[in-house]
């Protein structure tokens, strides 16, 4: 069974600064999707960012990134020029490529951004 | 376009009662997913609707159930309401345009259930 890990479950970074949240995962599949979600205190989850494990190039949203490591599993989330806004919790997620509808989330991880 | 809605947005009960909450989709969206979400806890996957069947449902006891309407709506109920029920229910919905779909899934704002 497909398992992800956020071995961070808080982080914090200043105003402006960059962020990187880890997260790594478990598979024997060879084509499956990641993503990152985002839950403010609102608690609406957020997509943030999405990668498909064919693609050799990271995904990239604004001032957000990945790093995506596929022999090693992992799937990193990079946030440059921290906001105020970005403080949320982070989920990583996987999706099986063969059952679309079969997504893991790891634990989260907690993020703070100081003014 | 008004995203997933669900209701209500907290409820207190007690031990042994039972529960229903709601979600409606996206206009569009034909798949629903609840998942539990304890307090400092990851996303735990519940179940799956999608076309009005039950499709898939993760590790939980049969006192989780649930449904999807013809218009797509879903409501996810517990019986036998235990004290560990207490978390944040979150409902998603997601086209479903074939096997090697990479659509997201959108969710709600979720109900906050508590169990005394």
């Known amino acids: 069974a497909q398992t992800v890990t956020q071995s961070q479950p808080e982080m914090s970074v200043q105003e402006a600064e960059t962020v990187t949240l880890s997260c790594t995962y478990d598979?024997?599949?060879?084509?499956?999707?990641l993503f990152w979600y985002k839950q403010p205190p609102s608690r609406q989850m957020i997509l943030v960012i999405r990668?498909?494990?064919?693609?050799?190039q990271n995904a990239t949203e604004n001032r957000f990134s990945v790093n995506f490591q596929k022999a090693a599993k992992s799937f990193s989330l990079k946030i440059s020029d921290s906001q105020l806004g970005d403080a949320a919790m982070y989920f990583c997620a996987y999706r099986s490529f063969y059952n679309n509808n079969d997504m893991r989330f790891g634990a989260g991880t907690r993020l703070t951004v100081k003014p | 376009e008004a995203g997933v809605t669900q209701s209500p947005t907290h409820l207190i009960k007690t031990r042994g009662q039972q529960v229903t909450l709601r979600c409606s989709p996206i206009s569009g969206h034909t798949s629903v997913y609840w998942y539990q979400q304890a307090l400092g806890l990851g996303l735990q996957f519940l179940l799956w609707y999608d076309e009005g069947e039950e499709r898939n449902r993760g590790n939980f006891p049969p006192r989780f159930s649930g449904r999807q309407f013809p218009n797509y709506s879903s409501e996810l109920n517990v019986n036998a309401l235990e004290l560990e029920d207490s978390a944040l229910y979150l409902c998603?919905?997601?086209?479903?345009?074939?096997?090697?779909?990479?659509?997201?899934?959108?969710f709600g704002d979720g109900t906050r259930l508590s169990i005394l």
């Open positions: 598979t024997s599949e060879s084509d499956y999707y």
């Open positions: 990668q498909e494990a064919y693609k050799q």
């Open positions: 998603a919905s997601s086209l479903t345009l074939g096997q090697y779909s990479n659509q997201p899934q959108h």
